[in-house]
């Protein structure tokens, strides 16, 4: 049960242009939503965040934005740079019990930004 | 560098045998989760402690198990492995375990034979 789907395994943009990375989700008691980004040989880094509380968070270069109704979020990178050439894993954080907080990952979308 | 240590890198070996995987969580961190990633999977939650003490479970088999030490080290057994269990094993470490961001290490490459 995969409650949490990138349904896109690749994306290529034109460096400088908008990259637009999607995640579905399917449980209603997420309470927050994290992207992290992957290069090879390397673990996940965390990269931004948002509140099931938000629609839209942003950070530099990055904004996140969330519908709630559709149960939709999805990463924006502008301008796209070479180095942001990854995979990017979207997260959804719940309450596994008392105060621990699982997260649950999709099963990424690899992005290349051509120079 | 994130500043969680995960040894050793590579591990290949044979169906039925037994390993164990070894993380070092960041200086002060004192939650250690462990992932599964298998081939165009994302990270499954295994398993998380919190101070030595096993906090939260996720879809660990029962052939597996971890523990979490004194000095707040890790290890992960994973026994009678099959062709499937072959798959990259990240630890990742945070704070309090509460939700608090996740530190990741560079991950455990586990080929079996």
């Known amino acids: 049960d995969q409650q949490v789907k990138q349904n896109s395994p690749s994306l290529s943009v034109q460096e400088g242009r908008i990259s637009i990375l999607n995640c579905d989700y399917t449980n209603s008691m997420f309470d927050y939503f994290l992207w992290y980004k992957k290069y090879p040989a390397e673990g996940p880094t965390f990269l931004i965040s948002?509140?099931?509380?938000?629609d839209k968070n942003e950070d530099g270069r990055f904004t996140v934005f969330l519908n709630k109704s559709a149960k939709h979020l999805s990463l924006h990178i502008v301008p796209s740079q070479p180095g942001d050439s990854a995979v990017y894993f979207c997260a959804a954080r719940w309450i596994s019990s008392g105060s621990a907080r699982q997260l649950t990952f999709g099963s990424g979308t690899q992005l290349t930004v051509l120079p | 560098d994130s500043g969680v240590t995960q040894t050793p890198k590579h591990l290949i070996t044979a169906t039925g045998q037994r390993v164990t995987l070894r993380c070092s969580p960041r200086?002060?961190?004192?939650?250690v989760y462990w992932y599964q990633q298998s081939l165009d999977q994302g990270l499954q939650f295994l398993i998380q402690y919190y101070n030595g003490e096993e906090r939260a479970k996720g879809n660990i088999l029962e052939r597996f198990s971890a523990q979490q030490f004194p000095d707040l080290h890790s290890e992960l057994n994973l026994s009678s492995l099959e062709l499937g269990d072959s798959a990259l094993y990240f630890c990742?470490?945070?704070?309090?375990?509460?939700?608090?961001?996740?530190?990741f290490g560079p991950g455990t490459r586990l080929t079996v034979l």
């Open positions: 990742a470490s945070s704070v309090t375990g509460g939700g608090d961001e996740q530190f």
């Open positions: 200086s002060g961190d004192l939650s």
């Open positions: 948002i509140s099931s509380i938000k």
